[in-house]
């Protein structure tokens, strides 16, 4: 029986995402007090999951994920599939001035990134199989003004994860580099009261899970959500630079 792991065991897409592939399997949610996370295991043992562990995990402390993966191989086997669905959006404008809090956005974005991912690919290495999702997004195919901090990490994250799955190749494990546009959900919640309108083409989290889980199914390295937004994503990046700049934010 594989084991599905969410890092990020509270996160909507991330919950979403592993119920799209618990059936039948043991998932293991990682995240801040493991003891208070009834609701989303009830979700995953209603689609199917054969049992639900939770264990503490802290994005942010970085000094302690290598050891935590392979607490997780040792305690409940093979990795079918980790789902690293952690981080936050941040406060775009405070980002620009107050350092302390750019910093923050990029550490838990792209620094505590690859180290739960690094780790998790020498596991998947060792056991030669196993898929590795990741959550790049729009926003950084070609960052924009107004939120440049939070765009600039998720563009190095989509370096590397790309990066990743080129030197992955061959070993049976997987990278699926999963790129949506905007998500109506939690993390946005302020985004949205605070009068910001949605993207064109917005989803919902059950949107991105549904199509993170048929790329997964059939063996993908990479998904746009919605697929047309790759489109988008390839033009933008023959705007002119005096044209983007004047962009909305």
Known sequence: MGTIVLFGGRSEIGVATAARLASGKRVVLAARR?????VESRILLAAGA????????DADDVSGHSALVERIVTDHGPIEAAIIAFGILGDAAR??????????IAHTDYYA???????????LRRQKSGTIIVYSSIAGVRVRKGNYVYGSTKAGLDGFASGLSDALHGSG????????GFVVGAMTKDLMESGVKPAPMSLTPDDVADAVAVAYRKGRREVWIPRRLSLVGFATRFVPRAIWRRMPR
């Open 34 to 38: 493991p003891d208070d996370l009834t």
């Open 50 to 57: 054969d049992d639900v562990h939770t264990i503490e995990f």
């Open 95 to 104: 980002a620009e001035r107050d350092v302390e809090h750019a910093l923050q």
């Open 173 to 180: 494990v997987r990278v699926l580099l999963a790129r949506p």
């Open 113 to 123: 990134q690859i180290s739960v991912i690094t780790p998790l690919a020498v596991a």
